[in-house]
């Protein structure tokens, strides 16, 4: 047993406090890190895998190649005209289109 004379200072580094704070800390982080993994909600739009394609002309297929060529059902078009054939060929019609791509494409 060491007696204590005197009123000198402690030698001694507290930890108590220390550990204290780092389990209240640890268990704020531990609460919000679900919360901050959540993101931007955006509504995405809903689709249905179809395993075989129409070939008829009542519905157009749209087909995007890995090496970037696009078709539209058997016919090539650039990017800058697509836009112009789908406004000409789906207007007023009601036709469906169906997207069919590699799945290496970006």
């Not at 200072?9 to 268990?27: A, G, K, R």
């Not at 179809?50 to 970037?68: A, C, F, M």
């Amino acid at each position: 047993m060491a007696i204590k004379t005197g009123g000198g200072f402690l030698n001694e580094i507290n930890v108590t406090p220390f550990v204290d704070v780092m389990l209240v800390l640890l268990i704020i982080f531990m609460v919000t890190a679900p919360l901050m993994t959540q993101g931007v909600e955006v509504d995405l739009p809903t689709t249905r895998t179809v395993r075989n394609l129409p070939q008829d002309s009542e519905h157009l297929v749209l087909t995007v190649r890995k090496d970037g060529r696009i078709f539209l059902d058997e016919y090539q078009v650039s990017m800058d005209e697509l836009e112009d054939h789908l406004k000409r060929l789906v207007a007023g019609q009601k036709k469906q289109l169906f997207l069919r791509a590699d799945k290496e494409v970006p």
